[in-house]
RNA sequence: GCCUCCAUCGUCUAGUGGUUAGGACUCAGGAUUCUCAUUCCUGAAACACGGGUUCGAUCCCCGUUGGAGGUACCA
C-alpha cells in the first residue's frame, strides 16, 4: 500500500508536545513504510485563528527533525494545503451531498439554537439538533430561504446523519468500534454560515483528495470517527485507515495542560531540552520497541517504527524522565555539536575556551541551558563567598586558610603541566600537612569557582592559569582574614 | 446524564493459558571519585475487584469499579 500520511494542526497557538507526538508517528509511519507525510493547515474556525501559530508550527518541527514532502509552505500535487484556499470545493462537495440527499440546508438561527438547548437541558433530555429543516416541504424551504435572505443570513448545511442502524469503524490498534448512529451527533453542521466548513467535511474532502492512506490522530478523535466514516461513504469514497493514538494526560490523569509544566514545544526548547531528548522521549509515550530498548535516534526511530507496537491506552507525561531522556541525549553529543548548540549562551567564551571548558560540564548537563550558570566562574571570579562553605568536614578555618597557603605555591605554572602530575602534587602535598586531597580542594574549590561545586578542579585550574588561580585564592585569603 | 475507549510497580512500558511477571524513570542503599555529576552494583515497588471458561488464568469471556475522551455553526 502506497502510504501517505499528514498532520494538519489547528494553528490556534503555539505548537503543543501532544500534536507533536501526533506528527512524530506520522513522520515515522511514512518514513518507515516508504510514503510520504504532508503538511495542511486546517484553519476553519476563523475565531480561533492565531497568526503566530504557522510559523511556529513549521520552527517547531524543523527543530525536532521532522521533515515534510508536501505543505502550505513546500506545495506538492494535491495543493493548497490550507483549508481557507479551498473554500470552494468544500461548497463544491457540501452542495454535491446536498443533491444526492445525504445533506440539507438548515436555516435555524444560532438563538433558536440557544433555546432549543436550553430546553432540552431543563428537560434532562439528550442535547441536539432536533432536525427542523431536515424534512421540510418545497414550499416552506422557499419561506425560510427568503425569511434568511431577508436577514441577511446564510443557511449551514447538514448532514443527514442516519437515525438508527450503527456505524463502524476499523481502528488500526483498537479493533473494530461500534457506535449506535442514534448515538451520534444528530446532524452536524458541514457547512458554517460564514462559508467555512467544519471540520468533519474538511478532512474527508482533503483526506480523500490528498490521498490520504492512513489517518493517525489523537483519541479525542475517536467518538466522530463513525461520522466520517459514513462522510466517506455518502461521497461513495474509500475510508483511509484509521489509527486514534492515547491521549497524553498529566501526572493528575487530567489532560495535559500549562499547570503540569511545559506544553508547548517552544517551552520545551526554551527550558534547554534537546530535540533528541525529547523525540526519544515522545516516541515512547504510548509506542514501544521491545523489552528493554529505550534509546534511540529520529533516525533509528524511522526504520523501526511500527503501528503494531502502539499501546491503547493513555499515557501520563513524566517530566522526570524526559530530564533523564535530555541528559542522555546531551551526553550523546560530540564536543563539536555541543559547542554548536551551546556557543549562542555562551557569547564571552572563545572556541579554544568552549573547547577545554565543555568536556568538563557535558556530564553534568541536564538541561542545555545549565551550562551558562555551571561555567558562569570562568569569567566572573568569585567576590562574595559563604565561610562556612571552605571548611572541609570534620576541620575548622583554620585548616581551611592553612591549605590556601599551600596551594599558592603549587599553583605555579599550573596551565603547563598536565591534570594528573597536577593532582599529584596537590595529592603529596596534602599528605605531607596531614591532609586528603579531598580536603585540600574543597577551599580551593570555593575560593576558585565561589561555591562547593564545580567541575573537576584540575580541569579547571588547568585552564585558568596558574596566576588567575593564585589571584583568585588570594582574594578568599582576604575575605577569610578580613 | 448518555455514548465510546482504556485498565501490569507511583510513572512509561515488555510479556505469556503454566515465567523467580522483564526493562526504564523515580526512590533507598552501596562502589568509583577532588565536589557535583557520570558510570556500575543491590534493593523496594505491579498483573484493580468479582464471577465464569479451563487441569491451570495476569493473559480468554461477562460484570463491577476506576480513569479518560466525546456529547458545538472548535478542532
Not at 486546517?42 to 497568526?51: I, P
Not at 461548497?91 to 438548515?106: F, I, M, N, P, T
Not at 438563538?111 to 432549543?116: G, M, N, V
Not at 555551571?374 to 591549605?403: G, S, Y
Request: glycine content about 8%.
Amino acid at each position: 500500500m502506497n502510504v501517505r500520511v499528514r498532520y494538519a494542526p489547528s494553528p490556534t497557538g503555539f505548537q503543543h508536545i501532544g500534536g507533536l507526538r501526533t506528527a512524530l508517528f506520522n513522520y515515522l509511519f511514512a518514513k518507515a513504510r516508504g510514503g510520504k507525510f504532508f503538511l495542511r493547515l486546517e484553519d476553519t474556525d476563523q475565531g480561533r485563528y492565531n497568526a503566530e501559530a504557522e510559523a511556529d508550527l513549521y520552527e517547531s518541527l524543523r527543530w525536532a527533525g521532522i521533515t515534510w514532502d508536501e505543505g502550505p509552505d513546500l506545495g506538492g500535487p494535491f495543493g493548497p494545503y490550507v483549508q481557507s484556499k479551498r473554500l470552494e470545493l468544500y461548497k463544491q462537495y457540501a452542495r454535491q451531498l446536498v443533491d444526492s440527499g445525504h445533506a440539507y440546508e438548515c436555516y435555524c438561527t444560532s438563538a433558536r439554537l440557544d433555546t432549543l438547548r436550553q430546553e432540552q437541558e431543563k428537560a434532562k433530555q439528550p442535547l441536539g439538533y432536533d432536525r427542523r429543516c431536515a424534512h421540510l416541504s418545497d414550499s416552506e424551504r422557499e419561506v425560510q430561504r427568503s425569511r434568511a435572505a431577508y436577514d441577511d443570513r446564510e443557511p449551514v448545511i447538514r448532514f443527514h446523519q442516519k437515525p438508527d442502524g450503527e456505524t463502524v469503524v476499523e481502528d488500526e490498534i483498537l479493533g473494530r468500534v461500534a457506535k449506535a448512529n442514534a448515538d451520534l451527533p444528530v446532524d452536524p453542521v458541514l457547512l458554517k454560515s460564514d462559508g467555512y466548513p467544519t471540520y468533519h467535511l474538511a478532512h474527508v474532502v482533503d483526506d480523500h483528495l490528498m490521498e490520504t492512506s492512513h489517518v493517525l490522530r489523537a483519541q479525542e478523535w475517536l467518538p466522530s470517527a463513525p461520522l466520517h466514516v459514513q462522510l466517506f461513504a455518502a461521497f461513495g469514497w474509500q475510508a483511509p485507515r484509521y489509527v486514534h493514538l492515547p491521549l497524553i494526560l498529566g501526572q493528575d490523569g487530567q489532560k495535559l495542560s500549562k499547570r503540569h509544566g511545559a506544553t508547548s514545544v517552544r517551552q520545551f526548547r526554551e527550558d534547554g531540552y534537546t530535540p533528541a531528548g525529547l523525540v526519544n522521549y515522545l516516541a515512547l509515550l504510548g509506542w514501544s520497541y521491545d523489552d528493554s530498548r529505550e534509546f534511540f535516534t529520529l533516525k533509528e526511530l524511522e526504520d523501526v517504527f511500527t503501528l503494531s507496537k502502539l499501546s491503547k491506552s493513555p499515557a501520563v507525561f513524566d517530566y522526570k524522565k524526559l530530564e533523564h531522556f535530555n541528559g542522555h541525549s546531551i551526553r550523546e553529543l560530540s564536543i563539536g555539536e555541543l559547542k554548536a548548540v551551546l556557543a549562542p549562551q555562551l557569547p564571552d567564551f572563545t572556541d579554544d575556551e568552549l573547547d577545554g571548558y565543555l568536556p568538563l560540564v557535558q556530564e553534568r548537563l541536564k538541561f542545555l541551558k545549565d551550562a551558562s550558570e555551571a561555567l558562569k566562574f570562568v569569567h566572573h571570579a568569585p567576590t562574595a563567598w559563604v565561610r562556612e562553605d571552605f571548611v572541609p568536614k570534620k576541620l575548622d578555618e583554620a585548616a581551611a586558610v592553612a591549605l590556601l597557603e599551600a596551594a599558592l605555591p603549587l599553583l605555579e605554572g599550573v596551565e603547563a603541566r598536565d591534570d594528573e602530575t597536577n593532582e599529584q602534587r596537590f595529592r603529596t602535598r596534602g599528605e605531607e600537612l596531614g591532609f586528603k586531597l579531598g580536603d585540600v580542594m574543597q577551599p580551593v574549590r570555593v575560593a576558585v569557582c565561589g561555591g562547593k561545586v564545580s567541575p573537576p578542579m584540575f580541569g579547571v585550574l588547568h585552564l585558568l592559569g596558574g596566576a588567575e588561580s593564585q589571584s583568585r585564592i588570594k582574594a578568599a585569603l582576604a575575605f577569610l582574614r578580613g
